[in-house]
């Protein structure tokens, strides 16, 4: 427990004297020492207040000549101002680090992506390969257009003229029987149903033309297989047309012939230059048709991967503009963060300035605080006189050791 050289008559404030006299330089107990004052001073409040700065005065004196204590005292202020000081120069090359170069070389990245972006815009074939893609793209989708009209026109009429039209001696010509300007009108007149089977009708060779495109992009020999099996399945397709319309022809010359003729037979279909002009006025402009649309996706692909690399390069100045305000926020959070351990270094500094106050004063404060109470019990006095008297012990404790600025590494 610790003790204290006190001289005779401190803290006397009576002319009564105390039933322990004090002798001069005599080193006394705390506790006997608070019950001395308690009846010295009659166990008031001020008198207290007192006994405690002058009990304080001499622990701090005290310890302030006590070099050693105090540098083993200040030893964690003096690691954490280290360490404060540390960090602000860490701060301080990183801000310098983003503001001289990071954010610097990431606004010259934003730069040459802009002045790529411009020369793809400017020569698209850099990037396609092709000088005349967006010409050729546009022509190509000019023709595919007119094939597609003239596909639906000539499929529409053909399967109107071999499935529901009868006929008349001056509509034997090939062209008459194959192009009808009013085989819609006659389908509508004839049912709704006949009118959605001519119009559909073009739409199954136009998908026969674009599953054969898409089995193009498979892999492998069997590809060859399927797209061979499609041509077929068309042109049996075409020739069925193709029969069904001459035989209509042909049976309408047998029919208003005076002399005898034969059963129209395949074998006559495929000798008459009718049933073949039928074939490649559909078949054949069918296979062109296929040939120009799979040029047009190809152009279209290559003008999209223009596209695709000018998304790319917007998406990489987005993303390089994103990390320039990152790095502002880091900037400014890290000005905080500096600011911060400047006021923690300040208060650090002021630490080591002062004599600092070891938790051993508090088992003094204490024991003189048992004595006070002590007499203070034994004169007889209130329950909240003491717990006053206690408080204000306590209280002034935890101003005088823990009021100082925490060293923590933060």
Sequence with gaps: MGILKLTKGLF?????????????????????????????????????????????YNFKERIKDDHGKQEELKRPARI???????????????IKTLREESIPATKDKIETLKREQADI???PQEVIGDV???????????????????????????????????????????????????ALSK????????????????????????????????????????????????????????YEITEKIYNIRKSNSFGDMPEYTVTMALNAINFWLIIFAGFVVYLIWGFVFDFVLDAFGKLD??????????????????????????IDKMGHQIDYARTKVKELNETLNRTIIPQEFEVEAFAFMTGWLAWMKGSGKSS??????????????????????TIVNE
Aim: net charge neutral; hydrophobic share 45%.
């Design 187 to 242: 389908a509508m007149n004839d049912g709704v149903m006949e009118l959605v089977l001519i119009l559909t009708v073009p739409f199954v060779f136009l998908g026969l033309g674009y599953l054969i495109h898409k089995l193009q992009e498979e892999k492998g020999f069997k590809k060859f297989g399927k797209i061979g099996v499609l041509i077929l399945v068309t042109f049996v397709f075409d020739a069925i047309l193709a």
């Design 384 to 405: 909240g006189e003491m717990e006053e008297a206690s408080t204000i012990v306590h209280e002034f404790v935890r101003v005088s050791i823990y009021n100082y600025p």
């Design 305 to 330: 991967k223009v596209k695709v690399v000018l998304r790319d390069k917007e998406r990489q100045v987005e993303d390089a503009k994103r990390q320039i305000e990152e790095m502002q926020q880091d």
């Design 132 to 182: 005349t893609g967006k010409a050729s793209f546009y022509i190509g989708a000019i023709i595919l257009l007119f094939l597609t009209l003239y596909l639906f026109t000539f499929y529409s009429s053909a399967s109107y003229s071999a499935f529901f039209k009868e006929f008349s001696l001056n509509q034997i010509g090939v062209a008459s029987s194959i192009f009808d300007a009013q």
């Design 121 to 123: 815009r400017r020569n």
């Design 80 to 94: 954490s101002l280290e360490e404060q000081k540390g960090r602000i120069e860490g701060w301080q090359n990183r």
């Design 12 to 56: 006397a404030v009576k002319d009564t004297p105390p039933p322990v006299p004090v002798q001069v330089e005599e080193k006394i107990n705390f506790q006997d020492y608070g019950q001395h004052q308690a009846f010295m001073l009659g166990g008031s409040t001020p008198g207290l207040r007192v006994c405690l700065q002058k009990v304080y």
